[in-house]
């Protein structure tokens, strides 16, 4: 995916639904698929940061997205058969589900791992993923070229010290990607995972908050890789573990 140059009109007439679209990565997935002609769905729990994504994608010109709001933490089976229900009233079909919402408190060794809180990490992490699947999938298979993307992360290929429920949930998320992307092989969706690499996001700001920021790459210099994935160009590519690449 180095140096790929994506067409402006890539993902014109597809719907796509994005986690944690309020913020960080997913912010930058969300404004630049609208950039290229998508409209998006904007999942994530604070109403206000979805506002403020909508709002600069109207700006910007892009057609118009949806806002849902949805505390993964807490939503049951009910609750994702709703949003299934009212993205096919809305759309009738989904184009693209990019699993980019992540829940990563603290970092903590596991002697000391509070239990509430790796239940709420794997909650979030890995079961809701699957939930979110599970229902939107009649949606993608009425798609006729859709793709199931999971932000992923170095730790689900090994885990490490002090990243616990993180890492195991990572893992378990890398995992259902690939059952996934075996059950599906011969249908128009494929499903990938793709790790962005350390960025400059609340989310790294908030485990390594002494780390000089100027090291780290903006959230957009991995839009592209997600737009590759999400778009036509990434076709025949199923079951696969990618990374950002350094140039
Ligand atoms: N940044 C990195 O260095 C890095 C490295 C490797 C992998 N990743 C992966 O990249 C993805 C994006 O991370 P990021 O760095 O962009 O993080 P981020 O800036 O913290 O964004 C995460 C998003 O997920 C949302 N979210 C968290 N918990 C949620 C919940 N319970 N329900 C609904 N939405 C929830 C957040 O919503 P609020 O804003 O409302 O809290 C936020 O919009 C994650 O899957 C992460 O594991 C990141």
Redesign the pocket.
């Known amino acids: 995916m180095k140096d790929y140059n994506p067409a402006s009109d890539l993902l014109q007439d597809r719907v796509i639904l994005v ?10 997935v969300s404004l630049a698929c609208a950039a290229h002609g998508a409209t998006v769905v904007l ?4 109403i206000s ?2 506002e403020a994504v909508y709002d600069a994608i109207e700006d910007a010109g892009g057609p118009t997205p949806a806002i849902y709001p ?6 049951t089976p009910v609750d994702y058969d709703m949003l299934a229900q009212k993205l096919d009233e809305n759309f009738g079909h989904l184009d693209g589900l990019l ?6 408190p603290y970092l903590s060794r596991i002697s000391d791992y509070d239990v509430e809180t790796w239940m ?1 990490v794997m ?3 890995l079961n ?1 993923p699957f939930l979110m699947t599970q229902a939107c999938l009649p949606l993608l298979q009425k798609s006729a070229d859709a793709s199931i993307v ?5 730790v689900a290929h090994h885990g490490k010290a002090y990243w616990g429920a ?1 890492a195991a949930s ?1 893992a378990g998320a890398e995992n259902l990607m690939q059952t996934l992307a075996d059950e599906l092989e011969n249908s128009p969706v494929r499903v990938n995972s793709f ?10 700001r ?1 485990i390594f908050p002494g780390e000089n920021p100027e090291t ?1 790459k903006q ?1 957009e210099a991995v839009v592209n890789d997600y737009l590759w994935l999400l778009g036509p160009d990434s076709q025949g590519s199923n079951g696969r573990s990618l990374r950002y690449e350094t140039k």
């Open positions: 986690t944690g679209a309020g913020d960080g990565i997913g912010r930058a999942l994530g729990k604070t940061k979805l949805m505390h993964l933490a807490g939503a699993h980019n919402a992540a829940d990563l709420q909650q979030v992490n809701a999971f932000s992923s992360d170095a993180y990572k790790d962005p690499g350390p960025t400059l996001t609340s989310l790294r908030r780290l959230p």
